[in-house]
């Protein structure tokens, strides 16, 4: 079995574009298959320590696996109104690095730019930021435990709203 | 009924700016975000730039964001701890007690220049403070706070009680917008009556999370209107509440500790008293733009209109001192963050409902009317209703009115 350190980034990339296609498919439940199964997913919130435990200071969103499921389960409901019908989105992700293995994870930071049409109300929202994974090898191959993504935007303004996973 | 072009008409949303924006007492902050003498936070009320922040001789001050010269925002950081303001543009400098410090080539001018404080920072007319919450008010002849807040001090008590030491502002506020009136946002902070439509996804998670326990049904409980347009909902919570109604989610640990609170509640304030604090809930709106809503956690919402459809939002999470690095801090995060902000369980949808109003208020010409009679009885005085009566929308409008109409200056 292929360990930890035996991912280029070449390795990396395709789980990260087969990641993005996922989302902008609306195939959720597939996508919550590349996480374990108490993966976390976190948005900090954009002013203060973007790394500050969520249990600590009030992050966008901070879920655990059992809220990560719930909001994969919420989206696909036509009553996730924000989301129904669903926007059109398209992921782009770039500057892919990694920055080696630390207490049994792989991490690594991409850069990602996310635009959001809204087929409702007409507008365009892009969110763009940092995202930071920590990766186990497990015997299915690579999984997220935890997904980081730092938005570099000051504010929610104008998009008012988070309800895509970025 | 209310007239739909009141979402939409520009000249509208100028009057409000004028007469309720620039006279009613409008939230900027609370005392525990500025810890440190210095601290201070650049906050926008009402299109004013405002500085809140904790002087040298830790007295609680508000500016306004501008030099007395040539009118330059003497702060341009969110927030910070600063002994003075230094003007980027020529270079005046101001203690953090608004008095003036340097101005450029002093020699220059005539010797009694500045005199009477006049190149000192300009402080807002107003600004007053109940419990933690300060507010400002532009208009130097308001009432005072406490006499506005009128009916809404009960409410505020009950909620601040909680804490056994103090309550606090946890970390920093949520900032997002919606491209919707700030009167519809006003309207969904105090409508209970929306929530199985719009959130069936939320009402599913806290099924799942309570192991079914929590089941919405007749609810028992009351709105008020609070007077000068404030209005509150109270009733029996239907979710986990840290304060204090376990669920199976927390674990029987938690279980222990929630019962120890709720011991402390019926010790400190009686079992009556008690059981509102514990496991009632409460959405309060005072007028015009702060929401506090004791509901599955706390949060302190103040909404800015900028446009007669768009605003913006800033929440805040609050919570008791002696929860920090406790289980229960994180619950009560969890909680808020499963409902509540623009990624949560509920918001979201709230927002789109908001937006879509806005989008088809722009049909007024032939579709005129929002109608708000739910629960009217027009032989009574519509001071207190059902949970789900649309009276804390009337209270609202009523406010409203009152401010627009009222004459003088």
């Known amino acids: 079995m292929r360990e930890l350190k035996d991912w280029t980034r070449a390795d990396i990339e395709d789980w990260l574009y087969t990641e993005a296609a996922l989302l902008d498919e609306w195939r959720l439940p597939e996508w919550r298959q590349l996480f374990t199964e108490d993966a976390s997913y976190l948005v900090p919130n954009m002013a203060g320590d973007p790394y500050a435990s969520p249990a600590a200071t009030l992050y966008l969103i901070a879920d655990d696996g059992h809220h990560l499921t719930e909001r994969v389960k919420r989206l696909g409901k036509k009553t996730a109104h924000a989301e129904y019908p669903h926007s059109i989105t398209h992921r782009t992700i770039s500057n892919v690095r990694l920055l080696g293995i630390e207490n049994g994870d792989l991490k690594v930071s991409c850069n990602f730019t996310t635009n959001r049409a809204n087929s409702q109300s007409g507008v365009i929202d892009t969110y763009f930021g940092r995202q930071e994974y920590k990766f186990v090898q497990s015997t299915e191959g690579l999984l997220a435990r935890e997904k980081r993504s730092i938005l570099s935007i000051g504010a929610l303004r104008p998009h008012g709203r988070l309800s895509i996973i970025l | ?409």
């Not at chain 2, 939230?27 to 500025?34: D, F, M, P, R």
């Not at chain 2, 002849?141 to 502002?169: F, N, P, R, W």
């Not at chain 2, 949060?299 to 800033?314: G, H, I, L, W």
Request: with cysteine; proline share 4%; hydrophobic share 35%.
């Open chain 2, 1 to 409: 009924m209310i007239s739909r072009e009141a979402y939409t008409d520009p000249a509208v949303y100028r009057l409000e700016m004028d007469r309720i924006f620039s006279r009613c007492w409008l939230y900027v902050g609370h005392s525990t975000e500025l810890g440190k003498p210095g601290d201070f936070k650049t906050r926008t009320l009402a299109d004013r730039s405002l500085i809140f922040l904790k002087d040298r001789n830790g007295s609680f001050r508000c500016f306004l964001n501008v030099c007395p010269h040539r009118g330059a925002q003497v702060c341009r950081l969110r927030e910070g701890n600063a002994r003075s303001f230094n003007c980027i543009y020529h270079g005046w400098i101001f203690e953090n007690t608004g008095k003036s410090l340097s101005i450029a080539e002093p020699e220059t001018y005539s010797p009694n220049f500045g005199d009477g404080g006049r190149n000192d920072l300009v402080p807002v007319p107003r600004f007053e403070e109940y419990r933690g919450f300060w507010f400002v008010n532009f208009d130097h002849k308001a009432s005072s706070l406490k006499e506005y807040l009128g009916g809404t001090c009960d409410y505020i008590d009950i909620i601040v009680d909680q804490a056994a030491t103090e309550m606090h502002i946890v970390g920093n506020s949520q900032e997002y917008s919606a491209r919707a009136n700030w009167k519809l946002l006003a309207e969904n902070s105090i409508d209970i009556l929306h929530v199985e439509a719009l959130h069936p996804t939320y009402l599913d998670l806290v099924a799942t999370n309570s192991g079914g326990a929590m089941k919405r049904g007749k609810m028992q409980g009351k709105c008020i209107d609070l007077g000068n347009g404030h209005s509150v909902i109270e009733r029996q919570a239907t979710y986990g509440r840290p304060i204090a109604q376990w669920i199976s989610l927390w674990g029987e640990e938690a279980k222990v500790e929630i019962d120890a609170i709720y011991a402390r509640l019926v010790k400190q304030f009686g079992e009556e008293r008690a059981i509102r604090m514990s496991r009632y809930a409460r959405n309060l709106l005072i007028f015009p733009n702060l929401v506090i809503n004791d509901i599955m956690s706390i949060t302190v919402r103040s909404f800015q209109p900028k446009a007669a459809d768009y605003m913006e939002v800033n929440v805040w999470a609050l919570a008791p001192r002696e929860e920090v690095g406790t289980p229960a801090l994180e619950r009560r995060l969890s909680n808020f963050l499963e409902f509540l902000g623009p990624g949560g369980f509920a918001t979201p949808d709230d927002i789109e409902a908001l937006e879509s109003c806005q989008r088809a208020a722009l049909s007024a010409c032939e579709a005129p009317w929002n109608d708000l009679s739910k629960g009217f009885d027009p032989n009574g005085d519509d001071r207190i209703g059902d949970t789900k009566d649309e009276l804390p929308q009337r209270a609202f409008w009523r406010g409203w009115q009152a401010q627009l109409l009222r004459t003088g200056t």
